[in-house]
């Protein structure tokens, strides 16, 4: 989604700088590679993969520093 939103600034108001879409971009985009990995968990151990995307979101809940 944040993709869609941010190429071509389609849903990004335009106070927000360049700088922070771009950081927001790199900050997000490890996200669909590393739940992918949540997945293959999942076939080997449910709990761990419960645990990983737990994780996961955690790290993105918490707010970047910018």
């Known amino acids: 989604m944040w993709l869609y939103t941010s190429r071509g600034r389609r849903l990004i108001d335009e106070r ?3 700088e922070r879409v771009r950081s ?3 900050r997000y985009w ?4 590393l739940y992918l990995v949540g997945i293959g968990l999942a ?3 449910t709990w761990a ?3 990983w995307w737990g994780l996961l979101a955690a ?5 970047p520093r910018d």
């Open 49 to 51: 993969a419960i645990s």
């Open 43 to 45: 076939f080997i151990n």
């Open 16 to 18: 927000v700088s360049d």
């Open 30 to 33: 490890p996200g669909v590679p």
């Open 59 to 63: 790290f993105y809940v918490i707010p």
């Open 24 to 26: 927001r971009t790199i």
